[in-house]
């Protein structure tokens, strides 16, 4: 047989397991949740408003509180008279596709080419049914983050070629990246990938450090200039529809300096995973005017529904530091700050103002100035981060948590009606849902779960396994480097893939220690696809040599 006859066969099998996955996963329900205003309910109820052509539709505490991304896409993929989840899947293999075919030079031949692709598009987590058969953005991040892997590895590839070459490959990545920090707020995590990744394109065979600059400049430029127009364009829509001009108000100065400086306050005893307790916050309110207006509905009806109240008294109105955030934007809009995004603005920024200006004059006892959302490191929170540890990343490490099933929606029927009209999909069954599917589908959509619930403990099997051979592979080729010196490409693509994706873990990690516990699939769904691309590279560095010059870039 042909070299083109075997690579039309490894491309036809290609297909056909795609194909495959498509059939099988359109047998999951979607896992409607009428009241989760914050998230699901949320995404869709932007979208509607995309859709009717009102941007994101009235202001309040929440329009701006997460990225538009997935609305966007949520109302592009409605347009296109498609099912979310199939538009979903189609993307995720897409993108798949796109970085097989980028780190196509070095893989040996088309059947390892096939591997590899089945490898990524068989990720567990890309057909769990628990949490990510729910309507969150954890679907749309992990196929943005492969795109932006798979955009960048080509133009390492061609980073010796022209402009025309390059380009396309830059733009797309940046564009990607661009989307992609539309659509989660902690999208910091992947920058430090990025940036390694745009480093390679000065690894060139030949010419001075100042000939590769004039080659790798302009991509990168054109990589930047890609990722900041969709930024911007939502910030100039922001501006115009709600008087500011930011991608979402959790990363806007002002907001971020308020949480700070109530955070830095000492009052009281420090409690676990609290970041402002309700001793801090009687603090607040005697030092800040602005702040005190909102005492009213923290020790009230906002304080009531965010507190815990299993491990605290209730009458303290204690909140996890993960919710405080949303209590702080109720109360401020229950206290009339929110005619406006502009408004809300300004109106942290007098929080912030005040709480530091009593503290700056002694009035108001606090730590080290603070920034962001980063909780003060509290003595408990060093032990909890031994224990904690090796549970979590086992937890990731293992594909724990996977299910094909998914449990089902909760609401009556005008509750899920925005979920049934925009997704297009099948609904997961609900007590107060009159819908009941058609008998013989029910049927065979229960054997296609089932099917999907063997190939997930089948993948979760062979990953684990998988990735214990790839960490310990990737540890001896890095000695192998240090010790002569130069590393191929894909050795450094499976360092930035593990460096990605272990910070991601990192990332929750702390979160999970100080705010709350966030241990389940949809929190590592992003970091999962580049645990599988890191493999994957490893397999491609054994090939092509680790400590050896990249000869067929």
């Not at 056909?16 to 059939?23: E, G, R």
């Not at 501006?239 to 109530?262: C, D, I, K, N, S």
């Not at 815990?308 to 209730?314: H, I």
Request: one cysteine or more.
């Amino acid at each position: 047989m042909s070299q083109l006859s075997r690579s039309r066969l490894w491309v036809a099998a290609a297909l056909l397991l795609t194909a495959a996955k498509l059939w099988l996963a359109a047998a999951l329900p979607v896992r409607a949740i009428g009241g989760a205003i914050h998230d699901d309910a949320l995404f869709l109820r932007l979208a509607e408003h995309i859709l009717q052509g009102r941007w994101l539709g009235p202001y309040d505490q929440i329009t701006l509180a997460k990225g538009p991304a997935f609305s966007i896409w949520i109302a592009l993929v409605f347009q296109a008279g498609l099912p979310l989840f199939l538009a979903q899947q189609l993307a995720y293999a897409g993108a798949c596709a796109l970085v097989i075919l980028a780190l196509r030079p070095w893989l040996a031949g088309p059947g390892a080419a096939f591997g590899s692709y089945a490898i990524l598009l068989l990720n567990p987590m890309s057909f769990d049914g628990n949490s990510l058969a729910r309507i969150l953005r954890q679907p749309l991040y992990a196929t943005l983050a492969l795109v932006v892997f798979a955009a960048l590895i080509s133009l390492y590839h061609q980073r010796a070629a022209g402009w025309r070459r390059q380009f396309p490959r830059a733009g797309l990545g940046g564009l990607a990246f661009g989307c992609f920090w539309l659509t989660r707020e902690e999208s910091i995590w992947l920058v430090p990938g990025v940036l390694l990744l745009l480093a390679a394109l000065w690894q060139a065979p030949a010419g001075s450090w100042i000939a590769r600059s004039r080659r790798a400049l302009p991509s990168v430029v054109c990589f930047g200039v890609a990722a900041a127009v969709p930024v911007l364009a939502v910030c100039a829509l922001n501006l115009r529809h709600y008087g500011w001009f930011g991608t979402v108000e959790f990363r806007a100065p002002a907001f971020q300096a308020a949480y700070a400086a109530l955070t830095r306050i000492q009052a009281g005893p420090e409690l676990p995973q609290i970041a402002v307790s309700r001793q801090m916050r009687e603090a607040a309110y005697a030092a800040s005017p602005a702040f005190a207006e909102l005492r009213p509905f923290f020790e009230g009806p906002v304080g009531d529904h965010w507190s815990e109240k299993e491990r605290f008294p209730a009458a303290d109105r204690q909140i996890y530091g993960g919710w405080f955030m949303w209590a702080l934007r109720d109360a401020v809009a229950a206290a009339g700050h929110t005619p406006s995004a502009g408004a809300a603005i300004a109106y942290y920024q007098r929080i912030a103002d005040e709480l530091n200006a009593a503290i700056a004059q002694g009035r108001l006892a606090a730590t080290r100035e603070g920034g962001g959302f980063l909780p003060r490191w509290q003595p408990g929170y060093t032990a909890r981060l031994r224990t904690e540890t090796l549970p979590y990343v086992r937890y990731f490490f293992r594909f724990d948590g996977f299910t094909a099933y998914a449990p089902n929606s909760e609401g009556d029927y005008a509750e899920l009606k925005i979920f049934r009209d925009l997704t297009r999909g099948r609904m997961g069954q609900a007590p107060r849902y009159p819908d009941r599917p058609v008998a013989a589908q029910a049927h065979l959509d229960a054997w296609k779960i089932s099917v999907l619930a063997r190939a997930g403990q089948i993948m979760t099997s062979v990953l684990t396994v998988l990735g214990v051979a790839s960490q310990v592979l990737f540890l001896g080729l890095v000695v192998q480097w240090l010790r002569r010196g130069r590393a191929g490409y894909p050795l450094w693509l499976a360092a930035v893939a593990w460096l990605s994706s272990a910070g991601y873990v990192a990332l929750n990690l702390l979160v999970h220690v100080t705010s709350f516990d966030n241990l389940n699939p949809s929190v590592f769904a992003a970091a999962y696809p580049l645990h599988c691309l890191f493999i994957v590279a490893v397999a491609a560095a054994l090939r092509s040599g680790a400590a050896t010059p990249d000869a067929r870039a």
